[in-house]
T-cell receptor, first 115, second 112 residues
Framework: ETGVTQSPTHLIKTRGQQVTLRCSSQSGHNTVSWYQQALGQGPQFIFQYYREEENGRGNFPPRFSGLQFPNYSSELNVNALELDDSALYLC??????????????FGPGTRLTVL | AQSVTQLDSHVSVSEGTPVLLRCNYSSSYSPSLFWYVQHPNKGLQLLLKYTSAATLVKGINGFEAEFKKSETSFHLTKPSAHMSDAAEYFCVVSVGGFKTIFGAGTRLFVKA
């Protein structure tokens, strides 16, 4: 167990709705990253937060947004859901400040289905 | 630009035989390289990582990988496969922390 938890485990939404996914990082980890893993593919980097500020973003539109809180929890918000947003969403926490050698610890993911 | 290519989408081995999962990378900078494993309905677990120290990296569960800069490869090996090794394996390149790129994955099947 990595100590990273995510909620909910599964979620079903309809096209156009908004969704909030939650993650609880390991205590002491200042960095959280979010990934989208479509079926049969590798995870795609969405964005990363370090000490409550976004410090990197992948090729995802602005309707994907996030928040990180001082208590090591974070959120991923997706507005105007599209069918292609159906995927497993993973969060990963890391200590931060170690550059590219930072080890990320992944949660079990939230399976989002958009109908 | 950074990229990572896992050369096999599926690998099938018999229990007790060696495992080789191939990964090539491209990076403009000195990258860190990782291998993660994903078992069904479980989170990604770190097997090992390379961070510019020893080129032969030993990980958990008997896995190891060798960083070969001249070949831009980071292949994962294990001398003897176990049934519990059956899973999806991802090669990952990271430059600057937030530029983390996963390969498409290699599904490992282990036959009894």
């Amino acid at each position: 167990e990595t100590g990273v938890t995510q909620s909910p485990t599964h979620l079903i939404k309809t096209r156009g709705q908004q969704v909030t996914l939650r993650c609880s990082s390991q205590s002491g980890h200042n960095t959280v990253s979010w990934y989208q893993q479509a079926l049969g593919q590798g995870p795609q980097f969405i964005f990363q937060y370090y000490r409550e500020e976004e410090n990197g973003r992948g090729n995802f539109p602005p309707r994907f947004s996030g928040l990180q809180f001082p208590n090591y929890s974070s959120e991923l918000n997706v507005n105007a859901l599209e069918l292609d947003d159906s995927a497993l969403y993973l969060c990963a926490s890391s200590l931060g400040g170690q550059g590219n050698s930072d080890t990320q610890y992944f949660g079990p993911g939230t399976r989002l289905t958009v109908l | 630009a950074q990229s990572v290519t896992q050369l096999d989408s599926h690998v099938s081995v018999s229990e007790g035989t060696p495992v080789l999962l191939r990964c090539n990378y491209s990076s403009s900078y000195s990258p860190s390289l990782f291998w993660y494993v994903q078992h069904p309905n479980k989170g990604l677990q770190l097997l090992l990582k390379y961070t510019s120290a020893a080129t032969l990296v030993k990980g958990i569960n008997g896995f190891e990988a060798e960083f070969k800069k001249s070949e831009t490869s980071f292949h994962l090996t294990k001398p003897s496969a176990h049934m519990s090794d059956a899973a999806e394996y991802f090669c990952v390149v990271s430059v600057g922390g937030f530029k983390t790129i996963f390969g498409a994955g290699t599904r490992l099947f282990v036959k009894a």
